[in-house]
C-alpha cells in the first residue's frame, strides 16, 4: 500500500551546524505535505506545510523541499540548536482528503 | 486563539475495565477532530476522525469506539480494556482537510 517513510531513523548533529531530515513518500497524488517535531512525552507541534503547487518554503529557521519527480521531501533547519533535540514526523494527504498519513520519524539529536 | 485540551494525561487502567478520553477545543468552530494511537518510538496511527457532530470515521477495526457529542468535544471509549490497547493517544484538531493539524499533549495510557 501506499507509504511514507523516513531515510534515516537517528541524525546527530552538532549545535550550530545545519541540519536535514529526508522524507520519501509513494503516493502519486499526495497534494499536502507537512512537518511535525515531537518532544518527549508531548504533542507533535507544527513546523511547516506545503502544497504540490510549490518546491520550496521557509519558515523561521526552516525550509521545506519538495521534489515530486522523486517523491522526495526534506526539512532543513538552520544553526541547530539544542533544543531542536526532538524526533521529526513528515506527513501527507492527497487534495481534499481529510487525514494524514505520518511517517515513523527521525530523532534528532544535537551535539554540544 | 485556539487551544486543544486532554485528559488525563496519565492513566493506568486494569484489562477489562472500561475507558473515556475526552478532547475538547476552544477558540473555533466546526473543526475536524482526530484520535490518533502512538506506540512507543513508532509513529502516528489514526483510529477515528470526524468531520461534525455525530460524524465518525473509523481507521482500523479495534474495541475502540469514538464520540463527538458536542461540535468541540471528541471523546475515546472502550467498555473492556485490552493489553494491546496501551499507548500515547493523541486528539488533534484542523479547520479542514490539507490544514494543519495540532495536536494535544496526549495522555499515557498503561493497562496492568
Known amino acids: 500500500g501506499e507509504s511514507v517513510g523516513l531515510h534515516l531513523p537517528t541524525l546527530s548533529v552538532q549545535e550550530g551546524d545545519n541540519s536535514i531530515i529526508n522524507c520519501a513518500y509513494s503516493?502519486?497524488?499526495?497534494?499536502?505535505f507537512i512537518w511535525y517535531k515531537q518532544e518527549s512525552g508531548k504533542g507533535p507541534q507544527f513546523i511547516i506545510d506545503i502544497r504540490s503547487n510549490m518546491d520550496k518554503r521557509q519558515g523561521q529557521r526552516v525550509t521545506v523541499l519538495l521534489n515530486k519527480t522523486v517523491k522526495h521531501l526534506s526539512l532543513q533547519i538552520a544553526a541547530t540548536q539544542p533544543g531542536d533535540s526532538a524526533v521529526y514526523f513528515c506527513?501527507?494527504?492527497?487534495?481534499?482528503?481529510?487525514?494524514?498519513?505520518f511517517g515513523t520519524g527521525t530523532r534528532l539529536t544535537i551535539i554540544p | 486563539s485556539q487551544t486543544i485540551h486532554q485528559w488525563p494525561a496519565t492513566l493506568v487502567q486494569p484489562v477489562g475495565s472500561p475507558l473515556s478520553l475526552e478532547c475538547t477545543v476552544e477558540?473555533?468552530?466546526?473543526?475536524?477532530l482526530y484520535w490518533y494511537r502512538q506506540a512507543a518510538g513508532r509513529g502516528l496511527q489514526l483510529l477515528f476522525y470526524s468531520v461534525g457532530i455525530g460524524q465518525i470515521s473509523s481507521e482500523v477495526p479495534q474495541n475502540l469506539s469514538a464520540s463527538r457529542p458536542q461540535d468541540r468535544q471528541f471523546i475515546l471509549s472502550s467498555k473492556k480494556l485490552l493489553l494491546s490497547d496501551s499507548g500515547f493517544y493523541l486528539c488533534?484538531?484542523?479547520?479542514?482537510?490539507?490544514?494543519?493539524?495540532?495536536f494535544g499533549d496526549g495522555t499515557r495510557l498503561s493497562i496492568l
Open positions: 488533534a484538531w484542523s479547520l479542514a482537510g490539507n490544514q494543519p493539524q495540532h
Open positions: 506527513a501527507e494527504a492527497p487534495f481534499g482528503n481529510e487525514k494524514l498519513t
Open positions: 503516493n502519486s497524488a499526495s497534494d499536502y
Open positions: 477558540g473555533t468552530s466546526n473543526p475536524n
